[in-house]
């Protein structure tokens, strides 16, 4: 009968540095070989792509956007998100790596379904801003789900400042997503509804 064999070689052997993870202290290196650390690496890419992505998509939205109300939304978000960018780079040297984009096509999905809603809606048309609307909540919705999990792994794995920042923007991208429903709800989906 086959037995499994477990790698317990590379701790006794390595005089890395430890680190402290729950009641564990584990190697540095090891971590960093480890299946979930390579997988956090790579999420962080992703993520990072998408940020950079959102923040042109953003920019078009804006320009699109029937309303003040929308606009400046969109606006205020795109700061953000240039914040965003710029904690993921926090991220990324807290945790030792380098910042690098991989491509996202869950997010380029998502965006070419903004642009599609701009070009099949009536410019100046409330229709147009509460279909922006849904268009930028997928988006806010995607980067939720990321971040939310990002976070809880980062707690798991002790990178416990790299957790602070993920789970700032996290709570930013809620936030957002709470104001555009707000504006939706307020008129917008009304006044939509009055036209042809
Ligand atoms: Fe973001
Ligand atoms: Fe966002």
Redesign the pocket.
Known sequence: MATKTSETNTATTTPEKKITVGNASVNEKEMKDSSLHQFFVSALKD?YF??NA?IDALEKMQEAATTEELKDAFED?QL??K???SRLEKVFKLIDEKPEKKECEAIKGIIKEGEEIIKSTKDGSMTRDAALIIAAQK??HY?IAT?GGLAQLAITMGHDKAADLLEK?LE??ED?DYTLTEIAETYINFDAEQED
């Open positions: 993520i998408a940020e959102i978000h953000q998100t914040k965003h960018v988006v806010e980067e971040y923007t930013e991208e957002t």
